[in-house]
């Protein structure tokens, strides 16, 4: 049985990039998110330190893998990575062993 896999990217903004219009920036890539075979799930969210989670669930690792290989491709990562404060972005990927849903 294969497992979705979950891909973790926390990180910090640059400071002159505002909550608001990090979003703005991030809703940009919603439409390859969705286009990517194997897209189950995603959530971006800030903790009160600062600090951002962006959490993507796809179908399985080798999904996940390849849709950040070709998010790198996209027009707006650049963008998206110049907002990122740099040395604050670490990505990981595990596999997901238990799922809670409503």
């Known amino acids: 049985m294969r497992r979705h896999a979950a891909e973790i990217v926390t ?3 640059e400071k002159e ?3 608001a219009d990090f979003v703005t920036l991030m809703q940009r ?3 390859f998110v ?3 075979a ?3 799930h995603r959530q971006l969210s800030q903790g009160e330190d600062g600090s ?3 959490y993507v669930v796809w179908q399985d690792m080798a999904t996940a893998q390849k849709a950040a290989q070709a998010f790198m491709q996209q027009d707006y990562a650049p963008e998206v990575i110049a ?3 740099p040395g604050t972005a ?3 990927h595990e596999e997901v062993l238990w799922d809670m849903t409503p």
Do not use: C, N, Y
């Open 90 to 92: 670490h990505m990981r």
């Open 11 to 13: 990180f910090k903004l």
């Open 38 to 40: 194997g897209f189950v």
């Open 29 to 31: 890539t919603e439409g």
């Open 83 to 85: 907002a990122i404060a």
């Open 17 to 19: 990039v505002s909550p």
């Open 52 to 54: 951002w989670t962006d």
């Open 34 to 36: 969705r286009a990517q």
